[in-house]
């Protein structure tokens, strides 16, 4: 059944893989503004995470095991390396923080994402945090579309969410980027950026990305549902992330236009 969620899904990875975002990142503004929509699904990624984390593991007291101990092993690993990774320093970070640092690093401003984090942390809910700041259509069109996966405590959906439209696609998407980050900023001070998406691309591809498409088998198992749930949710996932590109690719191309008049 797995083969059949990944070859209905190709299609879709194809064109996130070869989005003509990469190619208009050419000056430093165009790399700001990816990175002030993208920061966001670096954010969102953990919420994932950590929904999978509390469906699928021991989080509650008294401690009770809970679930296929494999499952626990790949869950507990990720966010292992997710929220307390070394950075360039040989410092503990979450990648969320590597991102923050690498914006700084690279002239981006953190503004509406520090109100926005700074707003959950005084106990708003999600959506009420991103009602004070100014975010685009498409950033909060994918926010949206990732906690209504989490609010479906439906773990095989989570897990679709995240597997499919993020671990076994960021190797690809984020190699296409740094490809032609690299060749638009040969000179540039970007090494926090790299370290990020570079980390990703080794742990997503080696261990992250195979474990978590052996999490979505055994979630599934033989429940035709099931996989059908799985296939919509990534396909899904896929759409927004598209619609992520798009937002970004859009202002990009606006903020040019008044250079041609």
């Excluded at 700084?104 to 707003?119: L, M, Q, R, V, Y």
Aim: net charge negative; with cysteine.
């Amino acid at each position: 059944m797995l083969h059949k969620v990944i070859q209905k899904i190709a299609p879709l990875q194809e064109e996130i893989v070869t989005h003509p975002l990469y190619t208009h990142i050419q000056r430093p503004a165009d790399l700001h503004r990816f990175m002030e929509h993208h920061v966001f699904a670096v954010w969102d990624f953990m919420s994932l995470l950590k929904a999978l984390q509390i469906k699928l593991t021991g989080t509650s007291l008294p401690w009770v095991p809970v679930g296929d101990p494999e499952i626990r092993y790949l869950i507990n690993e990720i966010v292992l390396a997710e929220e307390t990774d070394l950075d360039l320093d040989g410092k503990r970070r979450s990648h969320f923080e590597m991102y923050l640092n690498a914006m700084c690093d690279a002239g981006a401003s953190t503004k509406e994402i520090d109100e926005f984090i700074h707003n959950i942390s005084q106990g708003k809910p999600w959506y009420q945090a991103a009602t004070s700041i100014d975010l685009p259509q498409s950033v909060s069109s994918f926010l949206r579309f990732t906690f209504s996966v989490i609010d479906s405590n439906e773990p095989h959906k989570i897990a679709a969410a995240f597997t499919f439209g993020r671990e076994d696609l960021i190797p690809q998407m984020f190699t296409s980027l740094i490809r032609s980050i690299q060749r638009q900023f040969p000179e540039e001070n970007l090494t926090g950026f790299h370290h990020y998406f570079q980390r990703h691309i080794e742990l997503d591809d080696d261990t992250h990305g195979p474990l978590a498409l052996k999490m979505i088998q055994e979630l599934c198992g033989n429940d035709p549902q099931k996989w059908e749930e799985v296939t919509e949710t990534a396909l899904q996932a896929l759409e927004l992330r598209l619609t992520l590109w798009n937002g970004v690719l859009e202002e990009i191309q606006q903020a040019k236009i008044p250079e041609l008049i």
